[in-house]
């Protein structure tokens, strides 16, 4: 057994990247400012996306998002059930109803096939969530979204780095990435908005900072004029430099901690081919680069004997931490209620929802970190304690 507790994901920043911070920190300039422009610009270059917009988490971007395309009562928004509730939470907020889209039971991905039947007279949006790192099949959706008349968001925390047929999530349509610290990359806390439409853009830049037209640091820019108009109320959302920075040392280093993610997803992969009541995800069929944020397994209680949480407390005895992405958002307390949602609604979201987990996996583990985790894992199954 291990010595030391293996925590499910931590942050990997560099000595330098620190250097960066402090650099900024002694500036005399800490919010935003020319750090965030660099960051939104390198984004861009590096997504492929026409624009980008920096906030201070993708919930934020979210949140602006959904008042710059005008949702609000009376309006239905499609998206998973299989996601974190935030999506879900700003759809209330926003006085619109959300309509819970099931996935696909072994990928976690919304299709074509689960939102289209969904689709009223009243639906406004759709926001599909690319999972754990793998894209949704963007080209079918976005041709549902566009023959319907539906505006298209993605939820790309989970996609830094992720392609899908050759192009960048973030390279096309409206997309929204988390830097949160155990997502592929991070600022502390942190988002990208990235648009290929430069209206929505432009909203989205002066929602998240008041309303104004522009944002603080263009104020105090030379030559600028001092006030700025409200054109419509808005959030306090903008990213700091201080973030920015760490971000610019963060996206430089995405690839090469994508492919340590990768590698050691394929170690998992090779390994639990012996472990036959532990069940991976599956991987897409189309041509896509995943960005391995999670590597999510179910537990097939029918074989072990033991249920998700037994498994997870055993693991955890075992000084193996996981994580649990996601709960099913339409059994929570709130949604449950309100909407009056029951088991049963989402077969392949429910199943998932009581079995899965996710086993550590971060850069900054190797493939020995892997193998203690299968160890734990066989250890748990064969009842040891
Ligand atoms: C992390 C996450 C978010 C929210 O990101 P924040 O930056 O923490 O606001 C949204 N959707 C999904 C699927 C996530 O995992």
């Not at 090469?256 to 050691?264: D, S």
């Amino acid at each position: 057994m291990r010595s030391q507790f293996l925590p499910f994901s931590t942050p990997s920043i560099s000595e330098e990247e620190i250097r960066d911070v402090v650099d900024v920190l002694r500036s005399g300039w800490i919010t935003t400012g020319a750090k965030c422009g660099r960051f939104e610009d390198a984004f861009s270059e590096y997504t492929g996306a026409a624009g980008s917009v920096a906030v201070c988490s993708a919930t934020g971007g979210m949140h602006c998002l959904l008042q710059a395309l005008g949702i609000g009562l009376g309006d239905e928004v499609i998206t998973p059930a299989m996601t974190w509730v935030s999506t879900v939470n700003l759809i209330c907020l926003q006085g619109a109803t959300p309509v819970f889209a099931d996935v696909d039971r072994d990928t976690l991905l919304v299709t074509r096939e689960t939102i289209e039947p969904l689709i009223t007279d009243k639906t406004r949006l759709i926001i599909p969530v690319h999972f754990a790192g793998a894209p949704v099949d963007l080209d079918s959706i976005r041709e549902l979204a566009s023959e319907r008349g539906i505006a298209l968001i993605e939820d790309a925390a989970h996609a830094a780095g992720t392609k899908y047929k050759g192009s960048f999530v973030g390279k096309q349509g409206t997309s929204v990435f988390s830097f949160h610290p155990i997502k592929n990359m991070t600022t502390g806390e942190g988002g990208m908005v990235c648009s290929d439409d430069q209206d929505l853009l432009t909203k989205v830049k002066s929602l998240k900072f008041h309303g104004l037209a522009v944002d603080s640091f263009d104020r105090q820019a030379q030559g600028r004029t001092p006030q700025a108009q409200v054109m419509q109320p808005g959030y306090k959302y903008n990213l700091t430099d201080i973030s920015a920075s760490l971000g610019l040392g963060q996206l430089a280093q995405l690839d090469v901690f994508n492919a340590k993610r990768q590698e050691l997803a394929e170690h998992y992969q090779t390994r639990l081919r012996g472990i036959s009541e532990i069940i991976p995800l599956a991987t897409p069929d189309y041509p896509h680069t995943h960005a391995w944020h999670l590597f999510i397994v179910r537990v097939d209680s029918d074989k072990t004997g033991m249920d998700r949480n037994q498994f997870m407390a055993g693991l955890k005895e075992r000084n193996i931490g996981t994580g649990l992405h996601f709960r099913a958002v339409h059994l929570q307390k709130y949604y449950a209620e309100t909407f009056g949602l029951k088991k049963g609604m989402l077969p392949n979201t429910e199943w998932n929802s009581d079995r899965i987990l996710s086993l550590p996996l971060c850069p900054a583990m190797s493939t020995a970190d892997v193998d203690d985790v299968i160890d734990a894992m066989q250890d748990t199954l064969a009842g040891k304690h």
